[in-house]
DNA sequence: GTGCAAAGCTTGTATATACAAGTGTTGCGG
DNA sequence: CCGCAACACTTGTATATACAAGCTTTGCAC
């Protein structure tokens, strides 16, 4: 056999997932009747719910069912720069400027990035993120534009691109690579911040299962943001 | 009942482990072994075993049995800054250079991330790190003496206080934060870095089942070093 | 109608069993 | 001694069953 039965009944899920047949919050079949309608024991059945739950996909509660998971729950990693969340937190107002949404042509880096060849299209957004009005995040992001073609229809001083990405694809992985550097020029540019100020600047590539989803590269003046995050390495 | 019978199976486990009785690679119990032990049946001793491999203590292999995991493979999260691993990953040399080991009295912020009162005692470590004899990293460590008694007793030019600790104490958990700040004086005097270089200082707890291990506050030139890190959220 | 108990669903734990599949060892034949 | 087949042992998959524990709905008594 070169499918397990329970990895069969896994993708199944995953797949009325993906297609938005189940959304967020949605209740997932029981144990019993995938059970029947894969004809297979419950015990089966329940290895695969047992498995996604573990994954963070779904969310079961013993005698109300299962669950597709809320994104957020899937990790605390991801949310680490979901902005809108994090000055929330704070009890402070969160408002984002857009400031570009085109199309652009990739040079080498980012083509690299987003997995495509350099000289092809993508979509290309510029948002400066503003806590109680002062800009704390410059965020340019690359997104596939293949994967996402509605990006450029978006008004993103309503929504963030990620909480849009997000609704649009489940993300299931994230790399990040952070550096501290000088402020570069657009962040200057778009608030009067001095020259040599420290920033930390993250590159954050998204995946979903069909490939690379955007780059995100969020650029914050290094006194005024912090980036945490909780790692849990052992749940024991 | 208040325990489950995994669960027994599984603190069983965790505590040879701890306790140095089962080192790294030893290999664990068969599931029959530990059903006939704990006179339970053999599925319900697997699941302790499998529970255990999908949290990155164990490793099983079909036909040859189950093994204590190499600490490496708990995460691939905490060897973001296991530097050693990563100079030698690019082919490089690496030095540690012992400045400073000694008892301290700790201050009001690292009390709070040590999880000890005010004024209490604590362990000292300053090591500064080298690659190619070019210094990337300045590890400024507070160690709970209560749960590394023998930690003064190390020669940290040989091993690194990241490997000491681990051997000493399974890391279960680490949270880190992550700033861009200005070059501190400590990193400017141990190497001539000019003072308005951007560096990213990473503070980092972690904890061993018995409560948090050590703080460290890792700094780097932003244009020296890179802090990479691929994170997964699913593995499906 | 309201309150509450019972029934019926759900997930959680545990067992016994069977066979498949991979690893290591043992021992036999050459 | 070497090569290889057979065997023992290990983990992996799958099933049927039983009962425990928690949520939701039903329906009865008041």
Redesign the pocket.
Known sequence: ?V?????IIKQFILNKIEAGTWPQNAK??????L?EQF?????????A??EL?EQGVLV???????FVATFKSQSSLLEINNIADEVSARGHHHRAKQIKLCGVTVDDEIAILLGCHSGSDAFYSEILHLENDVPIQLEQRYVNNKLVPTYLEQDFNEITPHEFLSSVAPLTEASHEIEAVLAPIDLCKHLDIEMHQPCLQVKRRTWARQGVVSVAILTSPGNRYRLGGHIKVSTA
């Not at 004809?39 to 290895?47: L, P, Y």
């Open positions: 056999m499918l397990t039965k329970f990895g997932v079949p029981s144990e019993n009747e059970a004809n297979v024991s419950r015990m089966t059945a329940r290895r719910l047992q739950t079961r509660t013993q005698g109300a069912g299962t």
